[in-house]
């Protein structure tokens, strides 16, 4: 499912850029805080955990992440929750291209694909699987990314981010806030 959502997702980028002339564009901040990404996040957050940890939608959810078909079986209705979770994921990915297309003033095609590799990395990092996780792991690789930049030679902030990535691959495989799968 995930490949196919990728695959869509990069013919739809093909298609716009050889519809449009130019691959980015100026965007004016609609409002004039120095970092309106913060507030946004912040007011996310928690309705998204308590969506996904306190309400029959969430549970339905987490249901279905475990075993579809056991799901499907117990009356949870698959299809329309997976398409609300699409949606959801949907909205939020828009409010983040939002967020960098205010923050660093450029609107372009392939704006999101740096972003997309990293948050690859943070849910993975994160435990699959573990809203808490990989919004830790985000801040994680966020604060490192940002000293990184600060303080070491160009170029060190991103290979942190996939050494981090290795290093969990090798050492904790289920990511930092995953847990072990029992195998029977």
Request: aromatic residues 8%.
């Amino acid at each position: 499912m995930a490949a196919e959502t990728l695959g869509l997702g990069v013919k739809a980028e093909t298609t716009l850029v050889s519809i449009e002339s130019q691959s980015s564009r100026p965007a004016q901040p609609a409002w004039p805080l120095q970092h309106p990404a913060v507030y946004p996040w912040l007011l996310l957050v928690l309705p998204l955990l308590l969506l996904l940890k306190r309400t029959r939608f969430g549970r339905n959810v987490r249901a279905i992440a475990e075993n579809d078909t056991a799901a499907l079986l117990l009356g949870v209705p698959v299809p329309r929750n997976i398409l609300a979770v699409f949606a959801l994921s949907s909205g939020l990915a828009g409010l983040a291209g939002l967020m960098v297309a205010l923050r660093f003033e450029q609107i372009g095609a392939y704006m999101g694909a740096n972003y997309a590799t990293k948050a690859l990395a943070v849910i993975v990092i994160g435990g699959l699987g573990d809203v808490r996780g990989a919004m830790a792991a985000g801040l994680l690789l966020g604060v490192f990314e940002v000293l990184f930049q600060a303080y070491a030679p160009t170029g060190w902030s991103e290979a942190f981010v996939w050494l981090l990535l290795i290093g969990v691959f090798l050492h904790k495989p289920e990511g930092i806030f995953g847990t072990g799968v029992q195998r029977r």
